[in-house]
Nanobody, 124 residues
Framework: QVQLVESGGGLVQAGGSLRLSCAASGRTFSSYTMGWFRQTPGKGREFVAGINWSDDNIYYAESVKGRFTISRDDARNTVYLQMNSLKPEDTALYSC?????????????????WGQGTQVTVSS
């Protein structure tokens, strides 16, 4: 069982930056593939970025490639999402997810554990 708690969201102007954190409970965090997803009202969750347990499989949605960076610190049981050059269309509830699969998946059903999310609002 893994519990995930996100933090770091907030209100930022377009062009600004935020760093989201996702802290995980449990002693086996290093064996989990982690993903970040986002959701806006009226739309389903969409994949943003993912990183597998061995850091050799990192994947980004095209809409964030070059602006967002995912990383993990297994000693701190935490995965991060550094978001730069933010745009109003990045406004969403951002959630992290975890699963024991060896590679990153863009599909929400492939992740067994989810956090509650942290709101990111980008003003124009």
């Amino acid at each position: 069982q893994v519990q995930l708690v996100e933090s770091g969201g907030g209100l930022v102007q377009a062009g600004g930056s935020l760093r989201l954190s996702c802290a995980a409970s449990g002693r086996t965090f290093s064996s989990y593939t982690m993903g970040w997803f986002r959701q806006t009202p009226g739309k389903g969750r969409e994949f943003v970025a993912g990183i597998n347990w061995s850091d050799d499989n990192i994947y980004y949605a095209e809409s964030v490639k070059g602006r967002f960076t995912i990383s993990r610190d297994d000693a701190r049981n935490t995965v991060y999402l550094q978001m730069n050059s933010l745009k109003p269309e990045d406004t969403a509830l951002y959630s992290c997810a975890a699963d024991r699969k060896p590679t990153v998946s863009v599909t929400i059903h492939e992740y067994a554990y989810w956090g509650q999310g942290t709101q990111v609002t980008v003003s124009s």
